[in-house]
């Protein structure tokens, strides 16, 4: 088990290492520059300007100062937020971010679970199929879409909720922002977790348990559970993906003040420090993800365990 | 059924649509500034602040959409299949770190890949194609590799080494047609995935440029107007809906045809 945890935790630095160098040549092949604005610099500022940032030297120097600067955890100075560095900004956005996206995926996890067991126990009747239509609707509507609409409702018709915006720690500016967040991977776990709760259900260890007298919660919940929730695990790293993009969209439409915007900005700016520091970050976490989506696995499911 | 029918009039609304109606998708009206739908006047979807026809641009972005979900899933289909049947043909080594590829390209996240292609080449409706069927190839080749690793037990494949085939005719001849099946169940998920994505890139300015529209550049000008002109917002996100929820429909309908076991994600 351990020796399992370690191989995987040894092919993640590789990993980040290798999404790192990519991005940061990728960036730097693309045309433009970060002081391209719109009224061109005089040369020499230009020139003195990027004798400031280093950017006057060779690539691998400035890639292996890059280097040097993230293995001490400093991501560099920022080209358009002048008085900031990529740590200060990200650092800024993070708790935005995070906040969202945990709520979200929580949420999403808790309620996905719920309701897929309850479809499974009510399967072919009604209730079930109200749920599984339900769900198709849930994974189609995208989120850029959803939100629009909830804001439309609950905040310009009812006036329940803001429609935009965000006050430093107001709950009511979360709402919205969370639930559109949220639909998407809570309708595809619901659907994941009835068709596996389904197929254990239907296993013969499942009818010795009946056989055998036990009452249904028991079963349930002891007995069924755990294997069922396998095809849910494998789900968590691309549904904090799905997430993290999803975010992206919904801060924007919510003038939320996360790190999303920094991506594209970023992308569009050639703010090579904002967006290699971007990657950084979700890069790890979806590294990190995998990790415990391995762990998970092994946990729920003992015969992965003692593989390997 | 009714879903794949549905889906064969969009197809041909979106075909038919801006030939019926007298204005252009990018003629300015100026007596018709933002206004309501209705059928008095030419405008059947009401016009946008610009006053340009929705029901034109509607449609017109509609037939982007679904040009880029074909295009794009086509390449990604294409690529898919020779990687993961390479990958599960000749296994061993070559396998492990082909797979290993494959692992780090979807560690990144899928947006980073295209924002850096727009970026870097420029924005055009063709490099959105390729950028996006460049990275929807990673789930397809995993499927594809599965199935090859289980076809390359079987006889045949022996028989065809043995009577001396080369491995690429093995390849195409033997393994492709073998695993087509799996491959078009997924192929027809991935295409509301890519027109998602598209329609994601196109809202946050990426991807097709003004004066051309797609779906989610409406869907973006719609929302920035919502509270003056609901309409603006309502009819290419109803539209967009509905074109995901019938292709998803129409794709989740194949895979229960063909037996496969709900293993989505």
Redesign the interface.
């Not at chain 2, 809202?203 to 990426?206: A, K, Q």
């Given at each position: 088990m351990i020796r399992y945890f370690a191989s995987r935790l040894a092919w993640g630095l590789p990993t980040l290492f290798v999404i790192l160098t990519v991005t940061f040549f990728l960036i730097r092949i693309a045309p433009g520059g970060p002081f391209d604005e719109e009224q061109t610099l005089p040369a020499q500022i230009k020139r003195n300007l990027d004798a400031a940032y280093g950017l006057d030297q060779p690539l691998w120097v400035q890639y292996g100062r890059y280097l040097r600067g993230v293995a001490h955890g400093d991501f560099g100075p920022s080209f358009k937020y002048k008085d900031f560095t990529v740590t200060e900004l990200i650092s800024q956005g993070l708790p935005v971010s995070a906040t969202l996206g945990s709520l979200a995926m929580a949420l999403a996890l808790i309620i996905g679970v719920l309701i897929g067991i309850l479809a499974a126990l009510r399967h072919q009747r009604w209730g079930d199929q109200a749920v599984m239509a339900a769900a198709v609707i849930g994974i189609t509507v995208p989120s850029f879409v959803l939100l629009p609409f909830l804001a439309l409702i609950f905040g310009v018709y009812l006036r329940w909720l803001p429609v935009a915006g965000w006050e430093p720690g107001s709950a009511r500016h979360y709402v919205l922002p969370v639930i559109a967040l949220t639909l998407p991977p809570l309708a595809f776990i619901s659907r994941l977790t009835r068709a596996s709760m389904l197929e254990v259900l239907r296993s013969p260890y499942i009818r010795t348990a009946r056989a055998k007298g036990l009452p249904e919660r028991i079963i349930l919940w002891r007995h069924a559970l755990r294997p069922a929730l396998v095809p849910v695990a494998g789900f968590l790293a691309p549904a904090v993906a799905a997430i993290m993009t999803g975010s992206l969209v919904v801060e924007s439409i919510s003038g939320l003040p996360g790190i999303g915007r920094y991506l594209v900005q970023g992308a569009l700016n050639r703010d090579y420090t904002l967006v290699m520091g971007m990657v950084v970050v979700y890069s790890a976490l979806l590294i990190a993800m995998g990790l415990l989506v391995d762990l998970l696995y092994a946990w729920l499911d003992p015969r992965i365990r003692f593989q390997t | 059924m009714t879903a794949l029918a549905l889906i064969g009039a969009l197809i041909l609304l979106t075909l038919v649509g801006p030939l019926v109606s007298p204005n252009g998708f990018d003629h300015l009206d100026w007596s018709h500034v933002a206004a309501a739908p209705g059928f008095a006047q030419s405008h059947w979807f009401g016009t946008d602040r610009l006053g340009r026809d929705l029901f034109v641009r509607t449609l017109q972005g509609a037939r982007v959409s679904l040009a880029v979900g074909l295009t794009a899933t086509a390449i990604s289909v294409g690529v898919g299949v020779l990687y993961g049947s390479v990958c599960g043909y000749f296994g061993g080594r070559v396998d492990q770190i082909m797979m290993r590829i494959i692992?780090?390209l979807s560690?990144?996240?899928?947006?980073?890949f295209v924002?850096?292609l727009t970026?870097?080449v420029g924005r055009s409706v063709f490099l959105l194609f390729a950028a996006i069927g460049a990275v929807g190839w990673l789930t397809m080749a995993r499927i594809v590799r599965g199935q090859t690793l289980s076809i390359r037990q079987k006889e045949f494949i022996e028989a065809a080494i043995s009577s001396g085939a080369t491995a690429p005719r093995i390849i195409f001849k033997h393994i492709v047609p073998n695993v087509i099946g799996p491959v078009i169940v997924y192929a027809t998920l991935t295409i509301?995935q890519v027109i998602?994505f598209e329609?994601?890139l196109s809202?946050?300015?990426?991807g097709v440029q003004e004066p051309r529209a797609s779906l989610?550049t409406l869907?973006?000008e719609?929302?920035a107007e919502?509270?003056a002109a609901?309409w603006m917002?309502l009819i290419p996100?109803a539209l967009?809906?509905l074109l995901?929820?019938c292709l998803?429909?129409v794709g989740?309908g194949l895979r229960d045809a063909l037996d496969e076991?709900?293993?989505?994600?």
């Open positions: - | 692992e780090i560690g990144l996240p899928l947006i980073f924002i850096f970026v870097i509301p998602l329609s994601f809202f946050l300015g990426l989610g869907i973006a719609g929302a919502m509270q609901v917002l996100g967009l809906t995901l929820l998803n429909i989740d076991p709900d293993r989505a994600g």
